[in-house]
């Protein structure tokens, strides 16, 4: 029996994302216009693919109490990259997606470098390095163009035997291959342990530099995996400013929904993974309702406001006010 | 056995140079090295009406930064500056349009608006202990929400009020613009408040140990929410002054002074993480900021070049002098 | 005991910070199988050397030799594969991870790149049990775990690394009475299987029970080594402050009733299950100890009359008058007038990077400001006059306060609290972790303030300083005041009988 309980108290934060997801889905699927059906489902999901991709790539940052400004800058020069690269025969296709991960990987190890050697706060070094990689986006696509490789994109954009979106279905794949194993490798609980407390994790022993470095890299390479499903959406790069600055923000807003603690040390990107998936579905909700999309950017306000004055309600039971503080 | 001294009596002048901050030095030095560059790239640089006016655009980011400065000292930090800056400018013109009254209420609106929302993300931070990385951002997303269903998608039509004009643009000293004048009062009031009331200092010991802050019986949580209302109010006399100097409000105006906001605090010696930091250091880092754009746009390199360059000059800035012991 | 070869050996270490000598060429042998006490004041140097040994910092000059090899330590890691590991006060443990993954932290078992949970999980039990910590589960997070089982998990972890030396440091002021039987039986064990052990406490009777040889530190230098129990505890002391030692305590006064009302009474006070029903009263010119086991309310006591806990229960009377204290805003206001020296100087009490100056004025404003304007000359007289009294060892008032001695710095957090005048003072274990020089300073302060007419209220794990300094003592247990022992009524004995709520022959008095 207690088993179960250590159990439920870990996974508590990811639960609750699950919970909020399914509840917002639900509401969704059942007032949509054109009801429950595969077509809906594939359409939602192709929309939350890529802030998924992106708030896994946060969660993993923010697990070693740092953040990333950059992701969502990461996803904008993947993006224009890819359109560029990702063309021609299968295998210049291929080597056109490896070069674009490639690149991914490579922005989040200067983050993790400079964050780690130069020894800057992540806050203020990612938004520089953000505004140094929106700078390459707006050098490969100073207009709005390029091309892809369809039958890759309809691929991956499509469905799986009919029913399964493949976009998801890429979610789960990334989930397993990418956050599954590092978590549960030596690197990847350092990685907690950083963000719970550096100080005991380095005079335990931990691998922080390793667990901060390959923390800040897997997160650009996620990133440039959701720069990859973009392209496949949209068939065209783009360096938009407003749209790379929402999907930092949202990825923020994702892995606090996801139950991923901003302090560090605690939760997972399976969370972050619905919680991302919730807000999007949240902000869809409008559409289904049929509401003046001008009042679309109030409603995602107000809704992320409700679901982060959330953990405000537990401050209820706190009795010995000295909780508050860290 | 005691050698208890008390602190001597040392000429004023003397002691404030050796607290100096070293990275306020090492910030007034760069200022220098541009002024430099700049005058290499065209003698028209050093002209006295060129830096009068590279002062006057600092000025507005200067009455920004000043609210983030705080925000930051109490180990915070403001993502709302966006929208509430525009909101400070919609909200103003638009009172502006409603007669001779209307005229005259404009500006202290358009600070009130500021005020209010400073103080929901200052009750969310202090009262509800929400993390005021994602309070600040909702907050901004509803305030967007706000002003996009105000404006009805379009651009604001309102203009701005003869005074709001003045402020921006005038000069009660001749040559010296009035928005210079604007930010050495508020400059001058804050500095005034850190140095010298139970406020400020109740600021930086909160930024320090907000733990032992509370211990000694300060009330931590009334400054921490004031603190967040001031930063509203600044950010959006900020929009009112922009508003002025455009002659109108317009739609993302405020986009361009979040980080550029967070990087001149920073910039300037005050600790990311709170608790240090004097306002001459935030001087230093907007003056810095505006003339680092300014030959950027001089030497007519691209959008993608500059943000290149910003991105770099930042982070080669903080290795100089902005790391953290290790 | 004939000096076999050394295990470990130090010799002319020295470790300068700044201007300041930490460790002044001082040497040290470690036997295996024997237990090694080290005594000294705070800045004597021993937290110097245990950083030394363990990697945390580099020697300035001088050379370890670990089984005759000549070793030198780059960091913790390197000296914990050696074989040199530490027990901390619970700094090297990570809050949100398990405690199984926080026992095998730095060597967990892998499968396949990852690790293997079960084998992690076995090898946990196995050394909680080895550490006597068996009944602790190894799922539990760390952070849920009260600060006595977090020692033991700590324990358990500096067993699983297989030490050849085992160094704790201040590694049983946390535990509870029970834990510290079996800690100790561990160790005991431990120096039978030929572990070489290294204590480092300032608890004379343990030191008593488990040394076999001690040496003493000061100032930076090895001043002497002997057998255990071969120096009486005067002697010991006096090698350690290196003067003659001789009261401790400041005489009490005769007490005389006044019939005024009590400077502070509490009627029924409960909170949560942690406070049950206690009453008593304080008045001014007394001090009371708060004794018993550690964490069995006495903390949470001074917190709720310090207006941090929220929910209580029961009636706070101030000179008589009822009372409502919500937060420490209205605890030291002047109609309460009440003040609390928290038990963690470095993360409650202080700002530590801010200067002595702000430190001292955190409490104070509305002494020196007015319409929260401060007046600069008012000020830097008040803190001027409080250094000089409390004899603050300073440079300057702008000095940052991290750069002072432990016993300065809880100096100044006294001082912050007296430069608003209290009227009672709440006080959470002041003395612990202070040289012994500093503790008397500090106990003639609290007579003195308490002739002058302030109440003052001591928790002290310290049996000495409560039958030293207390004219009442209120021993609790499990949340309730057991006993009031008033006066010469104050004994070991007594203290301890009523600390494990076992009946004396000698009569309560019930308050």
């Keep these: 029996m207690t088993e179960w309980r250590y159990w439920f108290s870990e996974q508590r934060g990811t639960l609750l994302a699950i919970g909020i997801f399914a509840a917002m889905f639900l509401i969704y699927s059942t007032n949509h216009p054109a009801g429950f059906s595969v077509n809906m489902v594939q359409t939602a999901a192709n929309k939350a693919t890529l802030l998924a991709f992106v708030a896994m790539a946060q969660a993993i940052v923010v697990i070693t109490a740092g953040i990333d400004l950059s992701v969502g800058m990461i996803l904008t020069l993947t993006n224009c990259l890819a359109s560029w690269i990702v063309v021609g025969t299968a295998t210049e296709t291929a080597l056109g997606v490896i070069g674009v991960l490639g690149t991914g990987l490579l922005c989040g190890m200067i983050n993790g470098a400079v964050v780690i050697f130069g020894r800057l706060q992540p806050i203020v070094t990612t938004i520089a390095t953000g505004a140094m990689y929106y700078g390459i986006a707006l050098f490969l696509r100073p207009n709005p163009g390029g091309s892809v490789n369809e039958t890759l994109a309809d691929a991956l954009t499509g469905r799986l035997f009919g029913v399964l979106p493949t976009s998801l279905v890429a979610l789960a794949v990334a989930a397993l291959v990418i956050w599954v194993p590092y978590s549960r490798s030596v690197v990847g609980r350092a990685a907690f342990a950083t963000g719970s407390s550096e100080v005991a994790a380095y005079m335990s022993g931990a691998p922080i530099r390793a667990a901060k470095f390959t923390a800040y890299a897997l997160a650009g390479l996620l990133s440039a995996i959701g720069g990859l499903f973009l392209t496949f959406f949209s068939y065209t790069g783009e360096a938009a400013y407003a749209s790379g600055n929402a999907y930092t923000l949202f990825s923020i807003a994702a892995v606090v929904l996801g139950g991923v603690s901003l302090m560090g040390g605690r939760g997972s990107a399976i969370g972050a993974i619905f919680g991302a998936l919730a807000f999007r579905t949240i902000g869809d909700l409008l559409f289904v309702f049929d509401l003046d999309p001008l009042w679309q950017p109030l409603f995602q306000g107000i809704v992320l406001m409700l679901a982060v004055s959330i953990g405000a309600f537990g401050l209820v039971r706190v009795r010995n006010r000295l909780e508050w503080f860290g | 056995m005691s050698e208890a001294t008390a602190s001597r009596s040392i000429p004023r002048g003397i002691a404030m140079l050796r607290r100096l901050d070293p990275a306020v030095a090492a910030s007034f030095g760069c200022i220098l090295l541009l002024l430099l560059l700049g005058s290499l790239y065209s003698r028209s640089f050093l002209s006295p009406e060129y830096l009068l006016q590279q002062l006057k655009v600092a000025s507005f980011l200067g009455v920004i930064a000043t609210g983030m400065m705080l925000v930051i000292l109490l180990g915070q930090i403001d993502l709302s500056v966006p929208w509430v800056v525009t909101t400070g400018a919609m909200m103003a013109c638009a009172a502006a349009g409603h007669g001779t009254t209307g005229a005259i209420i404009a500006i202290p609106w358009g600070i009130l608006c500021g005020v209010a929302i400073g103080l929901v993300n200052g009750i969310g931070v202090a009262y509800l202990r929400i993390p005021s990385m994602i309070i600040t951002l909702a907050t901004n997303a509803v305030a967007q929400g706000l002003m996009v269903a105000y404006t009805g998608g379009f651009s604001p039509q309102d203009a701005a009020s003869k005074a709001m004009r003045y402020l921006a643009t005038g000069n009660v000293v001749p040559s010296l613009p009035n928005a210079v004048l604007v930010w050495a009062v508020i400059g001058g009031a804050a500095i005034w408040i850190l140095s010298r009331t139970t406020f400020g200092r109740a600021i930086y010991a909160i930024g320090n140990r907000e733990r032992a802050a509370y211990l000694s019986g300060i009330d931590t949580r009334r400054v921490t929410m004031l603190a967040f209302a001031l930063s509203g109010g600044l950010s959006a006399f900020g929009g009112v002054l922009l508003a002025g100097y455009a002659s109108k409000a317009a739609q993302s105006m405020g986009d361009a002074y979040l980080l550029p906001s967070i990087a001149a605090v920073v910039l300037g010696g005050t600790h990311i993480l709170g608790g240090r930091g004097s306002y001459l250091g935030t001087v230093a880092g907007v003056v810095l900021i505006t003339l680092l754009q300014s030959i950027l746009s001089v030497m007519q390199i691209s959008e993608a070049g500059r943000q290149l360059i910003y991105g770099a000059v930042i982070i080669l800035m903080l290795l100089i002098y902005g790391r953290q012991k290790a | ?511």
């Design chain 3, 1 to 511: 005991m004939i000096a076999a070869e050394p295990l470990f050996r130090a010799e002319r270490l020295s470790k300068r910070y700044g201007g300041v000598v930490a460790l002044d060429r001082a040497d040290l042998e470690v036997h295996p199988g024997r237990i090694h006490a080290i005594l000294g004041e705070n800045g004597a140097g021993k937290s110097t050397l245990i950083k030394l040994m363990v990697g945390v910092v580099a020697p300035d000059e001088g050379r370890m030799t670990l089984e005759g090899r000549e070793v030198a330590f780059a960091r913790p890691a390197a000296a914990t594969d050696a074989g040199v590991v530490c027990i901390f006060q619970e700094l090297s443990l990570i809050p949100d991870l398990s405690v199984a993954d926080n026992i095998m932290i730095s060597h967990p078992p892998t499968r396949l790149g990852m690790i293997d949970r079960r084998a992690q999980r076995r090898l946990a039990e196995e050394a909680l049990a080895r550490a006597g910590a068996g009944d602790i589960h190894p799922r539990a997070l760390v952070k849920d775990l009260p600060l006595s089982r977090r020692q033991m998990v700590e324990i358990a972890k500096a067993l699983s690394r297989q030490p050849k030396i085992l160094i704790l440091d201040e590694a049983t002021s946390a535990l509870t009475a029970s834990d510290v039987t079996k800690v100790f039986e561990v160790l005991k064990r431990l120096r039978a299987e030929g572990l070489a052990l290294l204590y480092i406490s300032h608890r004379m009777h343990e030191i008593a029970e488990l040394a076999d040889e001690c040496t003493v530190f000061r100032n930076g230098r090895r001043i002497s080594t002997f057998a255990a129990g071969s120096k009486t505890d005067p002697e010991v002391i006096e090698l350690m402050i290196g003067r003659e030692y001789k009261h401790v305590f400041p005489d009490k006064p005769e007490r005389k009733a006044d019939g005024r009302s009590p400077a502070l009474q509490c009627r029924s006070l409960t909170w949560n299950d942690r406070l049950k029903d206690i009453s008593f009263s304080l008045h001014a010119g007394e001090i009371i100890g708060l004794g018993g086991l550690d964490g069995q309310g006495q903390r949470e006591l001074l917190l709720a009359l310090f207006g941090v806990l929220r929910g209580c229960r029961g009636d706070i009377l101030i000179d008589g008058d009822k009372v409502q204290i919500e937060s420490p805003v209205t605890a030291k206001s002047e109609r309460v007038g009440l003040a609390l020296i928290p038990e963690d100087r470095k993360t409650e009490g202080l700002m530590l990077p801010m200067s002595v100056r702000d430190n001292l004025s955190a409490a104070a404003f509305d002494r020196f400001a007015r319409f929260g304007v401060i007046d600069r000359q008012r000020q830097s007289a008040l803190i001027d006059e409080m250094i000089r009294l409390i004899e603050i060892k300073t440079a300057s008032a702008d000095l940052a306060v991290s750069a002072l001695s432990g016993g300065n710095q809880q100096k100044v957090v006294i001082a912050k609290w007296l430069m608003n005048k209290p009227r009672i003072i709440l006080l959470n274990d002041p003395t612990r972790g202070i040289d012994v020089g500093t503790k008397q300073e500090i106990y003639r302060l609290l007579r003195r303030l308490a002739d002058d007419g302030a109440a003052i209220l001591l928790y002290s794990t310290d049996y000495d300083e409560l039958i030293g300094c207390c004219d009442r003592v209120l021993v609790m247990y499990d949340g309730a005041i057991r006993r009031e022992l008033s006066g010469a009524e104050i004994t070991e004995r007594a203290l301890v009988s009523s600390a494990l709520n076992v009946h004396d022959s000698e009569p309560a008095s019930v308050p």
